[in-house]
């Protein structure tokens, strides 16, 4: 992407040119900017010795600008100041109360009157969102600007015009990712939008707008199997505004009015179309469906019902128990699909594990469709839980992830597919990979968990069952039985090898290498001395009571 610095005396040039200095009029300064654009649009890095001359073409150029100049002209001006508005050095003129307005104005954000109605104006609008979207993620200053100019609020007026309007996807792109921007920068901006300008509703219009929602009842869209992906432009629009509602959702898991239920509802519908939706490319499908996953993880779970609605009759839905799983089943393939990539697991992997997780834990079809293909009843136990290749093994294999985020998320996944039953959990993954969970919890005495769930029991294979008595607890596998290397040997011996380890471990221990642990009766782990001593105390309180 990045080219080396514009040569000095092209710029020196262009800058005669935009201060007048080069007679010619706006046809000598679009023709110089239109080359300068030209030359730089891959420029990401400026040289600078020219960091002066670059700020003084910033003011020639607002100075145009602010002067009802031509059309043409003022593309080519707005198109040089974005390029130049990736350089945060060269901000400072440009970030003034003055200069703002200015591009506010270009873009149809001063006046809540005037229509989107002449399309030659639609480049400028677009160019001029484009260098407010840079100035804005470069400049603090600019950031606090637009709180003053009460720049959300124009921005979701405009995003109002561009309702049902044509040619201007482009318009709306923009203005989405500038409110995402700003969202993201400013957390004044991001209250404002969810208490005073109705943001999430604007938003999750433009949303549904994007994605060409079409209702057959409430929170159920029409589900059209021979529709065509989304053109690269909706798919755009889409994940601006998936991306902006998530930064105005955030906290959003109590939900305290019927009307905000219904808010979120509505939007979890709008996703769940979102996901059974395609993108002009396999990589902007992903990137549309994990953004939506991302939102997904804001609503609060109770609302997460409409992601299953009750099947058609239609032989190619994913069904279980009458309900239409599809949108679960995309979830659980993007989950698969990034834990095969193998990298980036807390950005990548983590939000959707949650979501999993938050769905199993409240919905109980969801859970138990999702038990059936993640943990199936287990035949074979030949292998230990990590190795191999189902989804078991996968997620096995990451509760003993170096990050801790990843390897605790995937060790609850499981544990709330299992019903938070220890039991259950260690026939799947066995005691060494569930340790970590189990020791967090303070279940490694065994038990459940503190949520309650449906009293249905699991049923046992019977190749489970006859294998059961020499599966290896520990590595969750069966084990040949191996011969006891102390059957040989004679009492002197057994005590001798004993007496050894245990002054080994005293050795270690008074190095400070290792330090012995215990189970205290709550479960949780502590020194041995303390463990030890609560479990006596905790004994003789149950003796006295008896």
Same mark, same amino acid.
């Given at each position: 992407m990045e080219?080396?610095?514009e040569?000095?005396?092209?710029l020196g040039?262009?800058l005669e040119a935009?201060e007048?200095r080069g007679?010619?009029?706006?046809?000598?300064?679009e023709?110089?900017?239109?080359?300068y654009?030209?030359?730089?649009?891959?420029?990401?890095r400026?040289?600078p010795?020219d960091?002066d001359?670059r700020k #003084?073409?910033?003011?020639g150029?607002?100075?145009?600008?602010?002067?009802?100049?031509?059309t043409?002209c003022?593309?080519a001006c707005l198109e040089?100041?974005?390029?130049?508005?990736?350089d945060k050095?060269?901000?400072?003129?440009?970030t003034?109360?003055r200069?703002m307005?200015?591009?506010m104005?270009l873009a149809?954000?001063?006046?809540?009157e005037?229509? =989107?109605e002449?399309?030659?104006?639609?480049?400028?609008?677009v160019e001029a969102? #484009?260098?407010?979207?840079n100035?804005?993620f470069?400049?603090?200053?600019?950031?606090?600007l637009?709180?003053?100019?009460?720049?959300a609020?124009?921005?979701?007026?405009l995003?109002?015009?561009?309702?049902d309007?044509?040619?201007?996807?482009d318009i709306k792109?923009f203005?989405?990712?500038?409110?995402?921007?700003l969202?993201l920068?400013?957390?004044?901006i991001r209250a404002?939008l969810?208490?005073?300008?109705q943001g999430?509703q604007?938003?999750?219009q433009?949303?549904?707008?994007?994605?060409?929602?079409r209702?057959?009842?409430e929170y159920?869209?029409a589900e059209?199997?021979d529709r065509l992906?989304?053109s690269?432009?909706e798919?755009d629009?889409?994940?601006?505004?998936?991306?902006a509602l998530?930064?105005?959702?955030l906290?959003?898991w109590?939900?305290h009015s019927?009307?905000?239920?219904?808010?979120?509802r509505?939007?979890?519908a709008?996703?769940?179309?979102?996901l059974?939706?395609?993108g002009?490319?396999?990589?902007?499908?992903?990137?549309?469906?994990?953004?939506?996953?991302? =939102?997904?993880?804001?609503v609060?779970v109770s609302?997460?019902?409409?992601?299953?609605?009750?099947?058609?009759?239609?032989?190619?839905d994913? %069904?279980y128990?009458?309900m239409?799983?599809?949108a679960?089943?995309?979830l659980?393939?993007?989950m698969?699909?990034?834990i095969?990539k193998g990298?980036?697991?807390r950005e990548?992997?983590t939000p959707?594990?949650s979501?999993?997780?938050?769905?199993?834990?409240?919905?109980r079809n969801?859970r138990?469709f999702i038990?059936?293909?993640?943990?199936?009843?287990l035949r074979?136990?030949?292998?230990r839980?990590?190795?191999g290749t189902?989804?078991?093994?996968?997620?096995?294999?990451?509760?003993?992830?170096?990050?801790?985020g990843v390897k605790?998320i995937?060790a609850?996944? =499981?544990?709330?597919?299992?019903k938070e039953r220890v039991?259950?959990?260690l026939?799947?993954?066995?005691y060494?990979n569930?340790?970590g969970?189990?020791?967090?919890r303070?279940l490694?005495?065994?038990?459940r968990?503190?949520?309650?769930?449906?009293d249905?029991?699991?049923?046992?294979?019977?190749?489970?069952?006859?294998? %059961?008595?020499?599966?290896?607890?520990i590595?969750?596998h069966?084990?040949?039985?191996?011969?006891?290397?102390?059957?040989?040997?004679t009492?002197?011996?057994?005590?001798?090898?004993?007496m #050894?380890?245990?002054?080994m471990?005293?050795?270690?221990?008074?190095?400070?290498?290792?330090?012995p642990m215990?189970?205290?009766p709550d479960g949780?782990?502590?020194?041995?001395?303390?463990?030890?001593?609560?479990?006596?105390?905790?004994?003789?309180?149950?003796?006295?009571?008896d």
């Open positions: 080219r080396g610095a040569p000095g005396p092209e040039a262009v935009v007048g007679g010619g009029g706006a046809e000598a300064v023709r110089v900017l239109a080359w654009s030209e030359e730089n649009r891959a420029t990401f400026f040289d010795a960091e001359k #003084k073409l910033c003011e150029i607002l100075n145009i600008l602010e002067k009802d100049t031509k043409s003022q593309v040089a100041l974005r390029i130049l508005s990736r050095k060269v901000l400072v003129p440009v003034t109360k200069n307005q200015i591009l104005k149809k954000l001063d006046t809540v005037d229509p =989107l002449r399309v030659s104006e639609f480049p400028v609008i969102l #484009k260098c407010l979207c100035i804005i470069n400049s603090s200053v600019a950031q606090k637009s709180l003053e100019l009460n720049l609020a124009m921005l979701c007026n995003l109002q015009k561009c309702k309007r044509q040619l201007v996807d792109c203005d989405l990712r500038l409110l995402f921007l969202s920068l400013h957390t004044d404002q969810r208490q005073e300008l999430v604007v938003l999750t433009a949303l549904e707008s994007s994605l060409s929602v209702w057959t009842e159920k869209a059209d199997r992906p989304l690269l432009q798919t629009c889409a994940i601006e505004a998936l991306k998530f930064n105005v959702t906290d959003s109590n939900v019927k009307n905000e239920s219904h808010q979120f509505y939007m979890a709008i996703l769940r179309h979102c059974l939706t395609t002009p490319t396999e990589e902007k499908t992903e990137e549309l469906h994990s953004n939506a996953i991302n =939102l997904l993880s804001n609060p609302c997460l019902d409409v992601l299953i609605n009750p099947s058609s009759q239609e032989e190619t994913i %069904k128990n009458g239409n799983m599809g679960i089943q995309i659980l393939d993007f698969e699909k990034r095969d990298s980036s697991y990548g992997l959707v594990l979501l999993l997780t938050e769905c199993c834990r409240t919905h969801i138990k038990k059936a293909q993640v943990l199936p009843p074979d136990v030949s292998n839980p990590e190795v189902t989804v078991r093994n996968k997620l096995v294999r990451l509760m003993t992830h170096v990050d801790l605790q995937a609850e996944f =499981l544990f709330v597919l299992c039991d259950s959990l026939k799947y993954t066995g060494g569930a340790a969970l189990l020791a967090a303070g490694l005495a065994g038990g968990g503190d949520h309650w769930y449906s249905d029991e699991d049923t046992d294979t019977e190749e489970y069952k006859s294998a %059961k008595p020499n599966i290896n607890l590595t969750g069966l084990e040949e039985p191996m011969p006891n290397p102390m059957d040989e040997m009492e002197e011996q057994k005590e001798y090898e004993a #050894k380890l245990v002054n471990f005293d050795k270690l221990s008074r190095d400070e290498l290792i330090k215990g189970v205290r949780t782990m502590a020194p041995l001395e303390e463990a030890v001593s609560q479990y006596h105390t905790s004994k003789q309180e149950s003796s006295d009571s």
